[in-house]
């Protein structure tokens, strides 16, 4: 290398650099937007126009607003509820489903991971699944946001293929001491599949949480609404909110309640990722890849 050059592959690195950079800034620069227009002093924002890249103050009122009452915290319980319930129920199922076609002394192991496999790949559309909802009396219901989507078959095959990797000495053993298929589910399968179980449950969790289509079609009363329902009708839809939606006399700009209401939504998912992301590779590469 001559004196006073740059080495070999310094300007290549260099561009790599600057265009993550601008990759990161294009996308950290919404999140502080909204940060920043949900907790800006009234008077700035109105000077912004609506957005704030940089707040001078600190102003909580929207928040305030939004946790005194009123739809959004009716919301945040439904969804908290609906998932919490619904991602338990949904590993449950796709648990027994999965370990009961993983055995391969079950008889009808393989007819039922062809039904499985059947509704992977075809979809019964949106009019019979709801007439199907409508006939079991689940319209405007909040078990209409768990049971239609209750099991993924995507992730049912993923936990069969983690428990047919768990050695078979350890479930015959069990067997020969006397242990029964539930004994040895839930004394030993279960106990070893933390790492996938954690990653399939943060999956149903992110369904569940993020999903508004279901309450869409199936909810007609708004105190029954999730999050991401409340999301779309007053940030997606830009529906202003009144006295009658938020049990307060004062309203914030309708700016920054639309910002804290993203921003509500978005925090419990935040929270839940960094506890659950050592299990993502372990989980779905050993639950992905057989031998």
């Known amino acids: ?18 265009v993550l950079g601008v990759l990161c800034a294009l996308v950290i620069l919404p999140f502080v937007s909204v940060i920043s227009t949900s907790i800006a002093p009234r008077e700035q924002i109105s000077r912004a126009g609506g957005l704030v890249l940089l707040p001078r103050g600190i102003d909580l009122t929207a928040y305030q607003a939004l946790f005194s009452g009123g739809v959004v915290t009716r919301a ?78 995507f992730n049912v095959i993923v936990l069969r293929s983690f428990f047919q990797n768990i050695p078979d000495e350890l479930t015959e053993s069990a067997t020969i001491d006397g242990a029964g298929e539930w004994t040895v589910f839930s004394r030993i399968v279960m106990p070893l599949s933390k790492a996938v179980l954690a990653v399939i449950g943060l999956f149903y969790a992110v369904g569940y949480w993020n999903s508004f289509f279901t309450a869409l079609l199936y909810i007609d009363d708004a105190a029954k609404w999730p999050m991401q329902l409340v999301l779309r009708t ?27 209401i993203l921003v509500v939504s978005m925090v419990p998912i935040l929270l839940v990722y960094p506890f659950l992301q050592k299990h993502f590779a372990q989980g779905v590469l050993t639950g992905a890849v057989k031998g």
């Open 76 to 153: 945040l319980l439904v969804s908290v509820g609906v998932t919490v319930v619904g991602t338990a129920l949904s590993l449950f199922v796709s648990c027994l489903l999965a370990y009961a076609t993983s055995r391969p002394h079950f008889v009808l192991g393989r007819p039922i991971l062809l039904i499985v496999l059947i509704g992977m790949l075809f979809s019964p559309g949106i009019i019979p699944v709801y007439l199907m909802v409508k006939q079991t009396g689940l319209l405007n219901s909040l078990w209409s946001l768990i049971i239609p989507t209750m099991v993924s078959g």
């Open 1 to 18: 290398m001559v004196h006073g050059q740059p080495a070999p592959g310094m300007g290549e690195s260099a561009v790599k650099i600057l």
């Open 234 to 260: 007053y940030v997606v839809g830009d529906t202003a909110m009144g006295q009658a939606d938020l049990a307060t006399e004062f309203l914030p700009p309708q700016s920054s309640l639309q910002m804290a």
